[in-house]
């Protein structure tokens, strides 16, 4: 049922619910949604109001209608980015997209938070830069990263992601020709609503959360990042070799 005093429109509400379901498997059976007079009876809400919702999760393409037969769910293939010791966003889903491009929204100089300036080794007295990065397949959303880095030692680092539309290239001008990867861990939960509004899904929806420490090739971490892959978009295939 709805809960109408969450402060959350109804509409939005059935929509989560209904991307919950699907991401469940709950209709994998028929590969359709019920019909709106079932939902609506479920929801206690008019039918107007469950068609608001599957517009919305059409408009994700999360769902399609077809004539005379109902709302389907579009099934997509999972795009396949690899975690290993050299991966690279736009190298890793290079073949698998037309499209690869990334989006600086938001970035500042702070006091890292302890276990970032732990694993950047930062100072006392040391900054650090924050930069958050949504990433883009074929215009897509596919992860939310935010990124630390030292204030000190790469200053330019958002502007140079903007411009260059990757952190390799970034590196690359600031004087990292390469680097490698030290540390991942990954982790499944359920998206905050933040999260969700840059990814272009529904509240609630399930996420990977992934944190990795990148260093330089004599071994001092150079990134610090924790990205977020919507889970019905991406899978990520661990790379030994």
């Known amino acids: 049922m709805i809960d109408r005093h969450s402060g959350i429109s109804a509409w939005k509400q059935i929509a989560d619910a209904i991307s919950r379901s699907v991401l469940a498997g709950d209709f994998d059976e028929t590969g ?27 408009e994700e393409g999360m769902l399609s209608r077809v004539q005379g037969r109902g709302t389907m769910i579009k099934r997509r293939e999972k795009l396949v980015f690899p975690i290993a010791r050299r991966a690279r966003f736009s190298e890793g889903l290079a073949k698998q997209a037309n499209e690869i491009a990334m989006t600086v929204i938001g970035s500042e100089q702070s006091v890292a938070p302890k276990d970032v300036a732990h694993a950047l080794r930062l100072s006392d007295e040391e900054l650090g830069l924050r930069v958050q990065i949504v990433s883009f397949a074929d215009q897509q959303a596919v992860s939310y990263a935010t990124a630390w880095f ?7 680092m958002a502007t140079l992601i903007a411009h260059h539309r990757s952190v390799t290239r970034a590196f690359a001008e600031q004087g990292v020709a390469d680097y490698i990867r030290l540390s991942t ?17 529904g509240a609630g929806s399930v ?35």
């Open 185 to 201: 861990e990954v982790a499944g939960r359920l998206a905050t609503a933040e999260e969700a509004s840059h990814l272009r899904i």
């Open 32 to 58: 359709m949604v019920p019909p709106e007079t079932v939902l609506a009876q479920r929801f206690g809400v008019n039918r107007h109001t469950v068609r608001s919702a599957i517009a919305a999760l059409v």
């Open 207 to 241: 996420v990977l959360e992934a944190t990795s420490v990148n260093t330089d090739l004599v071994q001092m971490p150079i990134q610090y990042s924790r990205t977020i892959f919507a889970a019905d978009r991406i899978a990520l295939r661990f790379d030994t070799q």
């Open 150 to 156: 030292s204030a000190t030692r790469f200053p330019d």
